[in-house]
């Protein structure tokens, strides 16, 4: 390694601690390790102005930045209270129906949206139902923070990691449909499966007032009809062109961007609240971290590493994608995914450069990280958020439950991954 | 001044007073806040009907922005065993918010704005040590204003 190696690695090792110890804001520290990285790279002269420009990929960030907006003008018409309400009342109040129901609804809905927003906004509903119902809210709100995670790994837009990895490795929207969507359907069968077992009991109770659930009035939850049905047929033709996006050659960014565009031209919603919505801090934390990733990418550390695991995955690429999955669910079960993901992106490309298949490792990575996210309250934001909610109910969600409950969620769908990995990996070698 | 249409009679309780000791007062003096005093009547905290409510009240009206399509409660508007269990353990101490009180010499424009500012409908009255010597309600320091108004409006 050379000087400025070892310099780059150590900022990097600095910026990813000062992250991941949570005793600064992640942006904060993320902005502060992106300006260090490009000040000792023009000081040394392994990193460039230029080429920390061009390390920040904005197709990641528009594509982000075109579902935030759809997603908070949604938000703001109640659709997600209007269709948690129709859905519980189709299920007249039994829990089973209701845990299945619910927990489907949240996958659906976090396929194509943001897995925290669907969960923010559905367990208070979720939570108003079963106390209504005199029921243990838990299996529920369980369902919707794993299913949410789960969901979100079926699609392009359905978590940030998908995004990264998707706009890095050139994968469409209907190629992550065709190759994870499969996957994830077992995993949400599976992750139903296996909560039912867990919380058999909970789930066997028996409801009260059922009558005042089906009292509930979901159209009165509905601010704005006429804005919603314009939001839905934008996102629907959002959808639409991101399935033709091979035949179009449209990057997805400029679909999603053009997509917020044209819901704020026809739905006319407050933009100054709406803009004041979108999660800022989160787009600077991605813009940043690329940044920095860029100055370890060009100063050539990443390049070792992916000189040094080479061998691993030319030999036995079946067993370096497993490797990668779990390596992945295990990292993501403790830390924020995307870090990690940003991180992963220039050793994938460099193996990919060396001549080996470096489809399946992306695949593995995407599943890795979205599932792992599962194994401990802190895994990921939606977990994060839906154990905040509970906190303030009479029926909080302790770490105890989580690692009951989610935990074993995690390893069965990591574990139906790796099996229908080994089962079609020659599709899995495909784009 | 509010001195002037403060109620002198004050219902207060103390720092130990229980849940359900209050309710009973809340009750049969028809009264909607509870001034909490030391033992040198210092007034030290208010409880006010929704902190005395607030065991009772379901959660998902704290995390939600809008109940209007909750149109009934069912099972919820009766009183619960296991919220009667944990509302026996709660003394005034555990329930009263920081005191919003003024002296006897506050203008009625002025009490009348910090309740509005406070969202409180009852204000206490204290004296220069702390000690609580009154309360006036929205409404006896409105009617106190107003009166000076149909007392003009007369007049011309």
Redesign the interface.
Known sequence: MTFAQIVAASIFVATFTMILSERLHRTIAAMAGATIMLGAGMVLGFYTQQEALASIDFNTLGLLLGMMILVRMLQQT?FF?YVA?LVAKRTKGNPLLLFVALGTLTTVLSMFLDNVTTVVLI???T??IA????INPIPMLMAEALLSDTGGVATLVGDPPNVIIGSAAGFSFLSFLTHLAPIVVVAWLVALSVLRFIFRRELGERP??V???M???????LHDRAALRKIMITLGGVIVLFLFQDILHVAPGVIALGGAAAALLWARPDVEETLRRVEWSVLLFFGALFVATGGLAASGVLELIADRIAGLAEANLLGASLLMLWVAAGLSAVIDNIPFTIAMIPVIERLGQLGINAVPLWWALALGAGFGGNGTPIGSTANVVTVA?SE???TPITTRVWMHSGFPVMLATCLVASLMFILFFGWMQTR | MIGACMKRQVVAVSPTTTAQEAACIVVSNRVGTLPVVDELGVLVGVVRLEDLLQVFMPDFVALMDNIDFVHDFGALETLRPQDLLEAAQLTMRDLMQPPVAVERTCGLLRAFATMAKHEIRDLPVVNAAGALVGIASRVDIAAAFLAAWTQTGSQT
């Not at chain 1, 106390?131 to 005199?134: A, P, Q, Y």
């Not at chain 1, 009292?215 to 939850?221: K, M, R, T």
């Open positions: 109640g209270r309400i367990a208070p509903v939570i108003l106390e209504i119902l005199g009260s007032n009558a005042a659930l009292q509930l009035d979901a159209h009165d939850g909610l303030k109910t009479r």
